[in-house]
């Protein structure tokens, strides 16, 4: 009888997926999404956005590899990034001078071989150690390469960067990759390898260690476990995922200079991080998705997207430390105890005075910098479809008392927030 229930226990083990079909569907989802995208957005200027979100993503991703997972601050990641994707504009170079064959498809692997190579080089000694140490090492190494980007000119290309045409290689299945479509579906191809291997090695039992040296390296030692190997090995996959993103930023701008290497890219990567929320995994990516529509759609708008990026940062850092993916976490309480329905009277009657504070606070910035930087003669301005002098001091005036108004309002309702907010997360018998 025994045996006969271990042969049952047996064949129902075997016949069990390898992988759970709940933990495939965001997998599933994820690819038919991309899918979908150029069906509803065709345009050239759309398809180059998006582009730009995949490559983004794969950045954030990989520089939280070693932020999120490893609890590794590096202020000097760009680095990796951009030695890949100069590695791979010489190889586009040589395929098009008929000096080498390689299918362009296959070009993110030798980007990221490069940057796992340079990852390996530099991790030997820069992840001896965690905390400050490590980030002022980055931000040194950081500074290096991007003074020798101007100095190595034969590799780097100097103040005028390195460029190649993607469309000179062999064609793949009748693909040039001379269209924007055709390179979307290479990207995102990509993308979707490049984050199933990093969602993957963070279930691996290093990824799972390193989450143990993140939060307490003494007790990681303890164990037995290494804590410089740990990082190290962290390091160097983030470097080659790094390398990825390179390449595919190579493939799509066909340009690299040194800006994709220097202080600036690299603050930048760490902002979409923690913007996006560093303790989830999907964080990064909803951080590169705002990050890119602020940069790409906002700028074409207004001159100063930059400081609304940096005000929301700023709020983000403040008041939802674990980012907008944690602001979204914080309401899976409330779902799960069915309650999620007392948030939507006092959210909807929040909604109104908070886009009008919001608002408000955008026309005198609007109005404030026009003011300050319009030519001469060029006193009008048009703000949400209204035309006045910016040089008058009503219309700031105006903007100002709607702006308290809406401020009152939202203290007034803030309590109502609250209370309905412990309503949702009380559970029955606590």
Same mark, same amino acid.
Request: proline letters at 4%; hydrophobic letters at 55%; a negative charge.
């Given at each position: ?6 042969? *049952? ?42 582009? #730009? ?15 999120? +997972?490893?609890? *590794? ?20 170079? +040589? ?13 993110? $692997? ?116 290494? #804590?410089? &190997? ?6 160097? /996959? ?7 993103? %390179? ?14 290497? &220097? ?14 929320? $560093? ?9 590169? $998705? ?15 997207? +930059?400081?609304?990026? %940096? ?40 909604? /109104? ?5 919001? %608002? ?38 105006? $903007? ?15 309590? #109502? ?11 029955? %018998? #606590?």
């Amino acid at each position: 009888m025994s045996e006969q229930n271990t042969s *049952m226990a047996k064949s129902s083990a075997s016949a069990q997926p390898l992988v759970p079909i709940k933990s495939a569907l965001p997998w599933l989802a994820a690819i038919a999404f991309l899918l979908f995208l150029p069906v509803v957005f065709p345009s050239g200027a759309a398809l180059t956005i998006m582009n #730009q979100m995949a490559m983004t993503i794969i950045f954030a991703l990989a520089y939280n590899m070693l932020l999120g +997972q490893a609890g *590794m601050l590096s202020f000097g990641h760009a680095v990796y990034m951009g030695l890949g994707g100069f590695f791979c504009m010489h190889l586009l170079n +040589q395929v098009e001078y008929n000096e080498l064959y390689l299918p362009l498809p296959l070009l993110p $692997v030798f980007g990221g071989l490069f940057g796992l190579f340079f990852a390996f080089l530099i991790g030997s000694f820069s992840t001896r150690r965690a905390g400050t140490v490590f980030a002022m090492i980055s931000l040194g190494v950081g500074e290096l390469i991007a003074a020798c980007s101007i100095i190595i000119v034969v590799f780097f290309g100097g103040e005028e960067g390195v460029s190649g045409d993607r469309t000179m290689g062999p064609e793949v299945f009748g693909f040039d990759f001379a269209s924007q479509q055709e390179v979307y579906y290479l990207t995102a191809i990509w993308l979707i390898l490049a984050a199933l291997g990093m969602y993957l090695f963070s279930r691996t039992p290093i990824g799972r260690i390193a989450n143990a040296v993140r939060d307490n390296e003494e007790r990681a030692e303890f164990l037995g476990y290494s #804590q410089r &190997n740990v990082r190290w090995i962290s390091f160097c /996959a983030s470097g080659f995922f790094c390398g990825i993103a %390179g390449a595919l930023f190579a493939i799509n701008f066909e340009i690299l200079t040194e800006e994709n290497l &220097n202080l600036a890219t690299s603050g930048s990567i760490l902002l979409i991080t923690f913007l996006g929320g $560093v303790g989830f995994f999907i964080g990064p990516v909803i951080g590169a $998705v705002v990050f890119t529509l602020l940069q790409t759609v906002l700028s074409l708008y207004t001159e100063i997207w +930059q400081l609304y990026l %940096g005000i929301l940062f700023v709020l983000t850092v403040m008041f939802f430390p674990a980012g907008l993916t944690g602001l979204l976490a914080m309401h899976l309480r409330p779902w799960k105890l069915g309650k999620i329905g007392l948030l939507a009277n006092p959210y909807a009657k929040m909604l /109104a005075p908070a886009l009008v504070l919001v %608002g408000s606070g955008v026309a005198l910035m609007e109005i404030l910098f026009h003011a300050r930087h319009a030519s001469l003669g060029e006193e009008e301005m048009n703000l949400f479809g209204i035309t006045f002098n910016s040089q008058d001091w009503l219309p700031t005036i105006v $903007v100002v008392a709607i702006g308290a108004g809406a401020f009152y309002l939202v203290r007034l309702l803030a309590p #109502q927030v609250k209370e309905a907010w412990d309503m949702a997360n009380h559970a029955e %018998g #606590q």
